[in-house]
């Protein structure tokens, strides 16, 4: 049977990882509703959540599932061990039901392997979670199964011999990443299309990052075309390739919504002349030195010292042209009741949960500075 169910109008997918909140960190309900109205009357239909997406998968009931027929959209979620967590067996193995009571979904379209890197991929093995999502299929509690990635090359070319079944890859890719060999999303991508598994474009705008560039690739965006969003350039960019299912976009407002649809609705891939843009961009982010974060804060988890890593890399990239009373103030406040850079204790726990693979040890060092 095709993984593609025959509902899908738009690459776009909505990721729900981002979505909006209010001054109490709660999600905005009402305002994702008007975003999953949007997206269906512009013809989209997948939806991507996950176990370990803090509220996500509530708000999706409440918005989506509770106000809209089941079969008139696809849902996706997720099985998550971090690297070097305590999760067990059993409470890997009980994420579905937990999911599916969140949700209301009855079923996922879609069910995957949830962030497979160097540091987890063993585990999901020792715990038989492959066996374990192909039962669930068969029982009818997802309808395809497949799984997101953040490793190397080889790792994926393993696992999909060892997993020949195996549906559909979900993979980081967007134009920053592009040869970025900690990411690797063109091999990965290359390796997908080899083994006839269809992507899922996770992290087109890397984590928000090209949606609001360094001002090179400003300049650089602005002079190609000064009338269209710096996000478009990156999610046209992963939408011009072939053997997609969907790319991610992971909206935090209606605003952002009715961007993401004002291009891909009648999608257009990029011209010749646009592909020599990015290539120019691609070229000023490699000479830049910002830390490639997309605050994920998937390091933050098991932190012993409960380090702000994301928000510290944030106000060190902003730092550049910034006063110095202005930083020191950023810094004071992302690190108020919490801990420093300099209370690092170098355990690595962090660097083996980072999907982007940064030397987090060694850059919360450099950020030291900042106090």
């Known amino acids: 049977m095709s993984i593609f169910t025959g509902k899908e109008k738009l690459k776009l997918g909505f990721g729900l990882m981002r979505l909006p909140r209010r001054e109490d960190e709660s999600i905005d309900i009402e305002e994702t509703s008007k975003m999953v109205d949007a997206f ?7 939806f991507d959540t996950a176990f370990v997406y803090e509220g996500s998968e509530e708000a999706i009931r409440q918005a989506l599932v509770e106000r809209y027929p089941r079969d008139n959209y696809t849902l996706a979620s997720k099985c998550m061990i ?66 997101s990635f953040h490793g190397d090359p080889e790792l994926l070319e393993e696992l999909l011999q060892k997993h020949p079944d195996v549906e559909f890859v979900q993979l980081q890719i967007n134009y920053a990443d592009w040869e970025n060999p900690g990411v690797a999303s063109k091999i990965n991508y290359e390796t997908c299309k080899k ?22 690739v400003k300049e650089i965006l602005q ?12 999610l046209r960019y992963v939408a011009s390739l ?16 009715e961007d993401n649809l004002s291009f891909m609705k009648d999608f257009k891939p ?12 691609q070229a000023a982010i490699d000479a830049d030195k910002a830390i490639a974060c997309t605050a994920c804060h998937y390091c933050t988890k098991g ?12 106000v060190e ?53 900042l106090e």
Not at 40 to 46: H, P, R, S
Not at 270 to 281: D, R, V
Request: net charge negative.
């Open 317 to 369: 990239n902003r730092k550049k042209g910034s006063p110095e009373f202005r930083t020191k103030r950023e810094y004071t406040i992302v690190t108020q009741d919490k801990g420093k850079a300099s209370d690092c204790i170098m355990c690595g726990q962090c660097e083996n949960a980072c999907p982007q693979h940064l030397p987090i040890i060694s850059l919360l060092e450099q950020c030291r500075t």
């Open 82 to 147: 971090m690297p070097n967590s305590s999760t067990t067996m059993e409470e890997a193995k009980k994420e579905i039901e937990i999911s599916l009571e969140r949700t209301g979904a009855k079923y996922f379209d879609y069910y995957l392997i949830h962030a497979i890197q160097r540091g987890n991929y063993q585990k999901y093995e020792e715990y038989g979670i492959w066996d374990y999502v192909k039962e669930l299929k068969e029982k009818g509690l997802t309808k395809h199964y497949g799984f």
């Open 270 to 281: 990029l011209t010749e002349e646009e592909y020599k843009t990015i290539q120019k961009a």
């Open 242 to 257: 072939d053997n997609l299912l969907a790319v991610l976009s992971g909206m935090s407002s209606l605003k952002q919504m």
């Open 303 to 314: 932190c012993p010292m409960n380090i702000p890593i994301p928000e510290i890399f944030n």
């Open 223 to 234: 002079q190609a075309n000064p009338n269209v969003s710096y996000a478009s350039w990156a």
């Open 195 to 216: 083994h006839n598994k269809p992507v899922v474009v996770m992290e087109p705008v890397k984590g928000g990052i090209l949606a609001d560039p360094i001002d090179s």
């Open 40 to 46: 269906i009357e512009a013809g989209g239909t997948y």
